[in-house]
């Protein structure tokens, strides 16, 4: 009888281990979109203005931006999104090859109105 109590511990403890893992593998991903780790040229060719001035507007802008959610946009994805829309016409990048911010159509037009 004690044997199948420990069983069943085990196999709460590892379903448990399993969902700290996918958290701590959603947080690794969200984490590692970050369009400022670009090279100057490509951050430069695609937002047509450069990392210093950006970071001066978020910092204007950072009080009307904070997220209404835990995991809600930072200030700093919701400019570069509508700075990337401003500059291409769509909330889309141009080139499919390359997906520094990969937010959905609904985010990217809450960022940009």
Not at 50 to 71: A, F, G, H, S, T
Request: charged share 25%; hydrophobic share 40%; glycine share 4%.
């Amino acid at each position: 009888m004690a044997e199948g109590y420990v069983a069943w511990d085990l196999m709460v403890l590892e379903e448990r281990v399993r969902q700290v893992e996918r958290r701590i593998e959603r947080r690794v991903l969200r984490d590692a979109q970050n369009p400022f780790e670009l090279p100057y040229i490509e951050f430069l060719s695609y937002y047509r203005v450069n990392k210093e001035l950006i970071m001066d507007i978020v910092n204007v802008l950072r009080p009307y931006l904070q997220p209404q959610r835990i995991n809600g946009l930072s200030p700093e994805i919701q400019v570069l999104t509508t700075i990337g829309f401003f500059a291409h016409g769509s909330y889309q990048r141009p080139s499919g090859n390359q997906c520094e911010l990969v937010i959905s159509q609904p985010s990217a037009s809450r960022c940009i109105m």
